[in-house]
């Protein structure tokens, strides 16, 4: 009887009958397949919460337990979700495949894909704008993607290394809960949103770093630790995620994701994993140039709000319609 494979094991072999550069090319492509399932995705469960937003309109500013809980009876939104684990999945194998200083900024092709989608379901048009900030995007992430596939290796991981990451993701929590905790009736969308960027650019970084001890076949307490840090992460960031979507729409909370997102796991990989160590001086120059221009791309682009698909779940709700005109 055969033995089946997890997907770290499917991975590696997969990476086995490739060289360096074809591995890091497999890993783009599979790490924007991810980000079209990423889009979707979000579009989609922007819409469920503005459904169940209707549903429960007792609390409009700030998403109550109850209307989390009500996501969970919205198709649309669990569709989406659907869609969401489709991306992680692309990304968890993207990120066996390639180094992170590669994988992590290709996020910003969803905010495009999803910019498109919202003018879409408004029926408006993208304006010399919106089409200047999506080639500013593009072209700076395809400069800074270039430029990390030529330079950035996949270095080996030491369990300092680990526990520096699990350090940091410790104080990020803690600080996310005070700042819950004390602020909640001041945070905006904006707010939540820089706080899920940061906590899923720890989970894609100790994905990494699981992905890569599974495969070396180290399982210590540090792996699991890594498991817990990921789904702690991944979970409070989800949470921030929704209750941002319930205040704006899709393109801030993936605008804001494709930003904070990549620039913290980048930092990291840089300065605690050691990914750019043999990059020289021109090339950290340029990495810093090429970001710089995709942040301003995505900047200008999470200004570009059509009529919400918010606003369009909340129009075609039973709740909210208006009874036709009686005859008279």
């Known amino acids: 009887m055969p033995v089946p494979l997890v997907p770290t094991e499917v991975t590696d072999t997969i990476a086995q009958f490739l060289d360096p550069v074809a591995r890091k090319n497999l890993g783009i492509a599979v790490a924007l ?4 399932f990423l889009a979707l995705g979000a579009q989609l469960q922007h819409r469920g919460v503005g459904k169940a937003s209707m549903m429960r309109p007792g609390d409009q500013q700030k998403m109550s337990l109850g209307q989390l809980l009500a996501l969970l009876r919205r198709p649309s939104w669990l569709l989406g979700t659907l869609l969401l684990g489709f991306a992680i999945v692309l990304q968890l194998t993207s990120l066996g495949l390639a180094p992170l200083l590669v994988v992590q900024p290709l996020g910003v092709a969803a905010l495009v894909l999803s910019t498109v989608v919202d003018s879409r379901l408004a029926h408006t048009r993208l304006d010399g704008t919106v089409l200047r900030s999506v080639a500013l995007s593009v072209g700076g992430i395809v400069i800074f993607v270039s430029i990390a596939a030529v330079y950035a290796t996949d270095r080996p991981i030491q369990p300092p290394q680990v526990v520096i990451i699990l350090i940091l993701l ?10 819950f905790t004390l602020l909640r009736a001041r945070l905006t969308a904006v707010a939540y949103v820089l706080g ?13 770093l699981t992905i890569t001890q599974l495969v070396a076949g180290d399982l210590s307490l540090l792996t699991l630790l890594c498991v817990g840090g ?3 992460a991944a979970i409070v ?15 801030l909370v993936i605008a804001g994701l494709t930003v904070v997102d990549p620039l913290v796991a980048v930092g990291i990989g840089i300065v605690v994993l ?7 001086l021109y090339a950290l120059i ?9 942040a301003y791309g995505v900047v200008g682009l999470s200004r570009h709000q059509p009529q919400s698909t918010l606003a369009i779940a909340s129009e075609s709700t039973p709740e909210t319609r208006r009874p036709p005109r009686q005859r008279r």
Do not use: D, H
């Not at 104080?171 to 809960?177: F, P, S, T, W």
């Not at 960031?237 to 393109?251: E, I, K, L, W």
């Open 274 to 280: 050691g990914e750019a160590s043999q990059a020289p």
């Open 33 to 36: 397949a991810g980000t079209v």
């Open 170 to 179: 410790g104080v990020v929590l803690i600080a996310c809960g005070l700042i």
């Open 237 to 251: 960031g989800g949470v921030f995620v929704q209750v941002a979507y319930s205040t704006g729409p899709p393109n």
């Open 230 to 232: 990921v789904l702690t």
């Open 286 to 294: 340029a990495f810093v140039i090429a970001g710089a221009i995709a």
């Open 196 to 208: 899920a960027g940061v906590l899923y650019a720890f989970v894609a970084t100790l994905a990494k």
